[in-house]
């Protein structure tokens, strides 16, 4: 039986333009790894996708169980690489056809 997945989509405020899905990516996983452990690094199997027409926005895929760590630890990262961010979530969906549109 296949995982259900869920799709964020996220905008991150930062006054730097060399942030990448891969140092959201791993600013998000070091605190799901700091509250919860490699089980909900396991648990949350994130993805990370940068919108291309729009650089400050990101997709962040998940596990329906991950959600809730994924969230939690959205909320609490506050630096990559040394600058300082704020995560907005704004949408959360099944697909990425219904949380573009």
Known sequence: MRDKKRY???RVRTTSDS???????TAIMNKLCEFYG????A???LKTWQLKDK????ILRCSL????YVLFSTSLVTYINHEKVAIDVL???GTIKSLLS
């Open 43 to 45: 648990i949350s199997a």
């Open 19 to 25: 942030l990448t899905a891969a140092s959201l990516h």
């Open 38 to 41: 490699w089980s909900g690094r």
């Open 65 to 68: 169980k991950g959600l809730p």
């Open 8 to 10: 964020i989509l996220c």
């Open 91 to 93: 949408r959360i969906s």
């Open 55 to 58: 650089r400050d926005y990101f």
